[in-house]
């Protein structure tokens, strides 16, 4: 039976385990939320799916696609996230269909009657889903959700996502081309036993040498530009669909460059949820350049609240 209200965590054991550096984190953030829930919006994805696509607004106005995310805070309900879910799918048909929904099989406590309710909603809206990764002990879990949406749901509106360091992803590629799946190829953050030394680099690739020529639409998931390029330039030759995807303000934009002047499309990874906070701050400290733009951006909020004023 699915216990439908225990706690349960989406983060993989690097980032669980710095939970009081985290807490600090928090706190020290709450002074930043009142900037963040406003400028900021287009800037940072936000609380809400509404927040997400206002900055899905703008990305979609500078030519990137998007996808979207619930972020967590690991204390919700199975009812509230699969609620969360029917509330996003119903958002993106009506104002961004050619966006798509990751979602996250712990959050939905790998039930497959969720997984399924979902893909029905899923499919009449003509809204694409997909899974993120969340590392080798729950990924037959994760691949039996899949298969239960797979009954209500054209494998061109379902995706997967395969960790490079995974030893088991050889299999599970195959197991997603057998289906028709859409693919996304990450690095992965989940460390595997049963392949602690993994090179990441090369074993990304050979993912992607796998899929290539294969798979229905690989998306390639790294900020690495070279890696990016690399594996680009092997599905291309194989003449397999794909496209770059980044986590919103964290693509570097020499990556972003290349793939303008090479006609490749980027999706743009938008997260929104109580678990936003933190992602948030990361990419504030990590794009200064964007701190600028939302602190004029307060300005001119803040100038317009004094002239009504």
Same mark, same amino acid.
């Given at each position: 039976?699915? #216990?439908?209200?225990?706690?349960?965590?989406?983060?993989?054991? $690097?980032?669980? *385990?710095?939970?009081?550096?985290?807490?600090? @984190?928090?706190?020290? *953030?709450?002074?930043?939320?009142?900037?963040?829930?406003?400028?900021?919006?287009?800037?940072?994805?936000?609380?809400?799916?509404?927040?997400?696509?206002?900055?899905?607004?703008?990305? $979609?106005?500078? @030519?990137?696609?998007?996808?979207?995310?619930?972020?967590?805070?690991?204390?919700?309900?199975?009812?509230?996230?699969?609620?969360?879910?029917?509330?996003?799918?119903a958002a993106l048909a009506d104002k961004a269909p050619a966006s798509y929904l990751s979602l996250k099989p712990p959050a939905l406590r790998f039930s497959k009657d969720a997984a399924r309710r979902l893909a029905?909603?899923?499919?009449?809206?003509?809204?694409?889903?997909?899974?993120?990764?969340?590392?080798?002990?729950?990924? #037959?879990?994760?691949?039996?959700?899949?298969?239960?949406?797979?009954?209500?749901?054209?494998?061109?509106?379902?995706?997967?996502?395969?960790?490079?360091?995974?030893?088991?992803?050889?299999?599970?590629?195959e197991w997603a081309i057998a289906r028709g799946l859409n693919v996304r190829v990450v690095k992965g953050e989940w460390p595997d036993p049963a392949n602690p030394n993994?090179?990441?680099?090369? =074993?990304?690739?050979?993912?992607? #040498?796998?899929?290539? @020529?294969?798979?229905?639409?690989?998306?390639?998931?790294?900020?690495?530009?070279?890696?990016?390029?690399? =594996?680009?330039?092997?599905?291309?030759? =194989?003449?397999?669909?794909?496209?770059?995807?980044?986590?919103?303000?964290?693509?570097?934009?020499?990556?972003? #460059?290349?793939?303008?002047?090479?006609?490749?499309?980027?999706?743009?990874?938008?997260?929104?949820?109580?678990?936003?906070?933190?992602?948030?701050?990361?990419?504030?400290?990590? $794009?200064?350049?964007?701190?600028?733009?939302?602190?004029?951006?307060?300005?001119?909020?803040?100038?317009?609240?004094?002239?009504?004023?």
């Amino acid at each position: 039976m699915t #216990d439908t209200t225990a706690s349960y965590s989406t983060e993989p054991p $690097n980032v669980a *385990s710095r939970t009081l550096k985290r807490r600090i @984190g928090e706190i020290a *953030s709450s002074a930043l939320m009142p900037i963040i829930r406003t400028a900021a919006r287009p800037f940072l994805g936000g609380e809400t799916v509404e927040d997400a696509l206002c900055a899905a607004t703008r990305l $979609n106005a500078e @030519g990137a696609a998007t996808a979207f995310s619930y972020w967590d805070g690991g204390c919700e309900t199975l009812a509230q996230i699969e609620d969360l879910g029917q509330v996003a799918i119903a958002a993106l048909a009506d104002k961004a269909p050619a966006s798509y929904l990751s979602l996250k099989p712990p959050a939905l406590r790998f039930s497959k009657d969720a997984a399924r309710r979902l893909a029905s909603v899923a499919a009449a809206h003509r809204v694409r889903l997909h899974f993120d990764s969340h590392g080798a002990a729950v990924a #037959d879990r994760h691949n039996a959700m899949l298969d239960a949406m797979l009954e209500v749901l054209e494998p061109e509106y379902l995706g997967t996502t395969l960790p490079g360091r995974l030893a088991r992803t050889r299999d599970d590629a195959e197991w997603a081309i057998a289906r028709g799946l859409n693919v996304r190829v990450v690095k992965g953050e989940w460390p595997d036993p049963a392949n602690p030394n993994c090179d990441l680099n090369p =074993a990304f690739l050979d993912v992607i #040498d796998r899929l290539a @020529g294969r798979a229905r639409h690989v998306a390639v998931a790294t900020h690495n530009p070279a890696l990016s390029r690399e =594996a680009i330039e092997k599905l291309r030759a =194989a003449g397999t669909s794909c496209e770059i995807e980044v986590l919103l303000g964290l693509a570097p934009r020499r990556l972003l #460059d290349w793939a303008k002047a090479n006609g490749v499309r980027v999706r743009v990874y938008v997260p929104y949820g109580s678990g936003f906070v933190m992602n948030a701050i990361a990419v504030l400290r990590r $794009n200064p350049r964007m701190i600028l733009a939302i602190t004029r951006a307060q300005i001119g909020h803040l100038s317009k609240s004094l002239s009504r004023g």
